[in-house]
C-alpha cells in the first residue's frame, strides 16, 4: 500500500519549498497578480532546488493552456455576458419569482433560483453575484429584507455558479486529474442541487425566525397562471441552458461545443428581440476578456509549480505526514474539508484547484475515496469558502455592489456556510451522491 511505502521514505521539505511559499504568501499580500505569485513561486522552486530544469517554465507555460476542453471557459463567459447584456437572465427572474411565488420567503427563494439558473449557463460564482446582486437586491429590500441579509442571501445563491454544471471549476480540475468534464459534471449535478435546496431551506428557516417577508397565500390556480403567464413571456430564454444541459448530458455535445452553440444561439435571441446590436460587441468581448485573462494566466502558471511540487514529493511528503497523525478516512475527510474551505476564503478558485488537488488527490486515494467524489467534494468544500466570513469573495462582491460594511454582510451569512456545510459533510462521507446520473 502507497501507507507503507511512505513510510519506509520520510519526505523532509527544506527552503527549496518553504522559501517559495513565503514569497507567494508575500507577494499576494503586497496585492500582486495572484497569476505573478505563483508565477514567482514556480521558478524560485525549481531554481534553488534544481530538481527540474528552469527552461521547463516557458514549455509549460503553453503545453499547459494548449487544451481543447478549456476552450469551453470563454464560451461560457461570453454566454453570461450576452445574458445580462439582452435582458434574457431577467426572464429567469421573472419565472423564478412565479415558481416561489406561493412561497411565505417568495422573492428570497426567487433570487436563489436565479441564481442556480444563471450558474448553470456562466459558471462563475462572481459573475452571477455581480448579474443577479444589481437585478435583485434593491428588489429584496422592498420586500422587507434588511439590506445586509439581501446581500449574503445573493453571495449564497452565487457560490452554485461553480457547483451546478456546466461549471468552469470542473473543467480545470478535470483538465489537472485527467479525468472528463462531461463526466464531472454528471457527477456533480445532485450535489450542486442539493447545495441550491440548502440555501432554500436557509432562507425559509431564517424567514420564517425574522418575519422579513410575508406574502399573501394565492390559491393554486393563480399561481399556475402566474407560471403560465411568466414562461409565456420568457420561455425562449430557457432554450440556453436547455441546449447545455441536453447536449452535454446526453453525450452528442462536449462541454466546448455546447458553450459554442450556447453562444450562438444567445447572440441571434439578442438580435432577434433587437436588445442587442452590432456597436455592442466590443465592449462585451472586452469584459468578458477581463474576466478569461483572468483565468488562464493563473492556470498556465500554475501547472509548473504544480509539476515542482510533484517532483519534490510534496503530495507524498503530506500523506506521509497526516497519516502519521491518523489513518482514521473520518478524521483525514474532515481535515480535507478544513483545509478546502480556508483555502477558498482566502484565493480563487483556479489556483485552489491546480495547487491543491494534486496534492490531496494522493490522500483521498490512500483512504479509498474515488476520484469523482473527491473532485465533488473539493469544488463544494471551495464553494463555501466563497460566503465564510470574514474573507468570502462573494461577499467583497455583493458589498461593492452595495456599499455595505462587509462585517453586516458576514454575519447574515452565517447560516448559509452553517448549511451548505452539512452537504459537503454528506458528499464527503455518502460516496453515492457523487455517481454519474446518465
Known sequence: MLWQQLQEQTVELGWSFYGPVIAFVLLCGLAVPVWAAIGVAACLMLYISGVLPLSLVGEALFDGIDAFALTAI??????????????????????????????????????????????????????????????????????????????????????????????????????????????????????????????????????????????????????????????????????????????????RLTPTEAGAVAVVVTIVMGFVLRTLRFADFPSMLVSSAKVNGVILPIIAFSLPLAQALAALNVPQGFVYSITEITSEPVFIIALMIVVLIAAGCVMETTPNIVILAPILKPLADEIGMGELQFCVMMITALGVGFITPPLGLNLFVTAGLTGEPILKIAYWAIPFVLFMLMVVLLIAYVPVLSVPIF
Open 74 to 251: 470563454p464560451l461560457f463567459i461570453l454566454t453570461g455576458d450576452v445574458l445580462v447584456r439582452t435582458g434574457l437572465s431577467r426572464k429567469f427572474l421573472d419565472v423564478a419569482d412565479a415558481l416561489t411565488s406561493w412561497a411565505r420567503s417568495g422573492f428570497g427563494s426567487a433570487t436563489v433560483l436565479v441564481c442556480g439558473m444563471f450558474s448553470a449557463i456562466s459558471g462563475s460564482d462572481a459573475a452571477g453575484a455581480a448579474a443577479v446582486g444589481r437585478m435583485t437586491i434593491d428588489r429584496l429590500t422592498e420586500a422587507g429584507y434588511p439590506r445586509p441579509y439581501a446581500c449574503a442571501l445573493v453571495a449564497a445563491g452565487a457560490c452554485t455558479g461553480i457547483l451546478i454544471p456546466p461549471s468552469i471549476a470542473y473543467i480545470v480540475i478535470g483538465l489537472v486529474l485527467g479525468i472528463s468534464a462531461s463526466t464531472l459534471f454528471e457527477a456533480a449535478l445532485i450535489p450542486g442541487l442539493l447545495i441550491l435546496l440548502s440555501i432554500l431551506v436557509t432562507n425559509s428557516v431564517v424567514n420564517r425566525m425574522k418575519a422579513f417577508e410575508n406574502n399573501e397565500a394565492i390559491s393554486l390556480a393563480e399561481w399556475g397562471a402566474n407560471v403560465a403567464a411568466s414562461l409565456k413571456r420568457g420561455w425562449y430564454a430557457f432554450l440556453v441552458p436547455g441546449i447545455i444541459f441536453y447536449g452535454i448530458f446526453s453525450g
